[in-house]
C-alpha cells in the first residue's frame, strides 16, 4: 500500500488541485452540453473523450517540466513554429478556401497551434533576459516577433487563430510593462489606419463585421449564425428548457452547435442561471491562472503564466461574445466546452505550463 501512495504522489506531484478540479468539472459539463448539441450521438461523445484523454496525458506532461526547461525550448520553439507556418504558406492543403494544414510524412498538423504556445514563451524568454524596465525598442522588436507568425496566420487566412496569438503576446507585452502612451498612440494608429486594413480583409472577413451591426441584411446567409443563436439564448430565459429539450439545437436550426456555437445551446437548455454557473467555473479558472501568476518565483514565470490566463479569458470573451452578437463571428471555440481536440489539446498543455510554474516553485523554495 505504501508503495501504490508513494507512486501516487509522484504522479499528482506536480498537479495543482484546485485548477485540476476546476478543469474536470467543466469538461464533465462540456461532455453533457455535447451530448445534447450532436442529437444524443455516442459516437461524438466517445471521439471527445479520446480527445480529453490525450489533452490531460499532455497536460500532466506539461506539468512536469520545469520552467527553466520550457525557457530553453522557447527560441527554438518559435522558430521551428514559424517556418512550419512558412511552409503551410508553400506547400499546405487547401481546404474550404483556406490554407492551414501540412503534411509532414504520415502526419498533417497545424502549425498555428503550436504558435499559441511557442509565442507567449518566446516574449517571456525575451522580456525575462532584459536586466532592467524593457525600453521602447524592447517592446518594438516584441512586437515585430509577434507580427511574423499572426501575418502569417492571417494570410492562410484563419482570423480567429491569428486574434488568439495576437491576444497571446500582447498580454505579454503588457505585463512587460508597455507604456500606456504607447497603446493609446498604437489604438489612434488603428483608427488613422482603419480604412486601410479595412480593405486588406477578405470579402468574408468584411462581411462578419457588417454583419454584427445589422445581421437581417443578409438573414438566411451571413447572419443566419447570429439569429439564430440570439433566438436560442433569448428562449432559454431564466431557468432554460431543460437538458436535451432545446428547440433550437434539436430541430437544427442552430448551425454549428457542437464547436463554435455550442454557447448557445447551453444557454437554450439551462438559462440564464446555467449561463452564471459555468461564468462561474470560467472565473475560478481564471482567478487560480492570476494566483499563479502573481506567485511566479521569476519573470519568465510570471509573464508566460499571465499570458496563458488572460488568453484563456479572451477565448471566453470572444466565444460569448461572437454568440451573442456583440462581436463578429471569427470562429473561435468556447474553451474546454466545444466539440474537437486540436484546441483543447492547446488549452490543457497551457494549464499544464500554470501548473508546473506553480508546484516546481513550491518545490524549490520549500
Known sequence: ?????????????????????????????????????????????????????????????????PPKHLERIALPAYIIGVLLLVGVALFGEISHGARRWLHIGVAKIQPSELLKIAMPMLLAWYFSRRDSMPAMKDHLIGAILLAVPVGLIMKQPDLGTSLMICASGFYVLFLAGLSWRLLIGAAVSFGVMAPILWSMLHDYQRKRIEILFDPYQDPLGAGYHTIQASIALGSGGLAGKGWLNGTQSQLDFLPERTTDFIFAVFGEEFGLLGNLLLLMLFTLIIARGLVIAAQAQNTFSRLLAGSITLTFFTYVFVNIGMVSGILPVVGVPLPLISYGGTSLVTLLVGFGILMSIHTHKKLVTS
Open 1 to 65: 500500500m505504501s508503495m501504490l501512495n508513494k507512486l501516487l504522489k509522484r504522479v499528482v506531484r506536480h498537479i495543482d488541485g484546485f485548477l485540476m478540479g476546476s478543469l474536470i468539472v467543466t469538461i464533465l459539463v462540456a461532455l453533457c452540453v455535447l451530448y445534447s448539441a450532436s442529437g444524443q450521438s455516442m459516437d461524438k461523445i466517445i471521439s471527445q473523450l479520446i480527445n480529453i484523454t490525450v489533452a490531460l496525458s499532455l497536460m500532466w506532461l506539461a506539468a512536469n517540466v
